[in-house]
């Protein structure tokens, strides 16, 4: 019998894995409007902060597909398998713990965009959101030690 929380953690999982795919898509295919169109909130909402470059080179786009698609195949794999995956989900949260602090130390050393404020923001959200989920879901009579980290 799957508990409520667990059960909204495994369709909290399913979603992430769906806007992942959609983020991957955009990162892929959209590289240069997601930018755009960044900047052109920047300039209409925080005209102080400086918007970000444009970049032709596409390596690091390589990077961010390859952990985008593991992203993708986390959620949805612990999603489809949530009692014996549990343990899947600090990988996420690693992750997103990751992107965030990262996202606001650019943003705190001087790289004064507004799109390191929204991969904070975004980044944060899922963390935190994801975190609690998975703490309730961690600590309902009968499934506890099933999710410890790493």
């Not at 769906?18 to 909130?41: E, P, R």
């Not at 489809?80 to 989900?89: E, F």
Request: hydrophobic share 55%; net charge positive.
């Amino acid at each position: 019998m799957t508990t409520r929380w667990i059960n909204r953690l495994r369709v909290l999982l399913f979603l992430w894995g769906i806007i992942f795919s959609g983020a991957l898509g955009i990162f892929v295919f959209a590289t240069d409007a997601l930018f755009a169109q960044m900047n052109d909130l920047s300039m209409r909402y925080t005209p102080h902060l400086a918007p970000i470059a444009y970049s032709s080179e596409r390596f690091w786009l390589v990077l961010t597909t390859s952990l985008m698609l593991t992203l993708v195949m986390l959620c949805f794999g612990a999603a489809l398998d949530i009692k014996q995956r549990m343990n899947w989900v600090p990988l996420l949260l690693i992750s997103k713990f990751v992107s965030t602090i990262s996202f606001l130390a650019y943003f705190l050393t001087g790289h004064t965009s507004l799109a390191y404020v929204i991969g904070a923001l975004t980044d944060g959200f899922v963390f935190f959101l994801t975190a609690f989920i998975y703490t309730k879901a961690n600590r309902e009579d009968g499934f506890r030690g099933h999710g410890n980290w790493l």
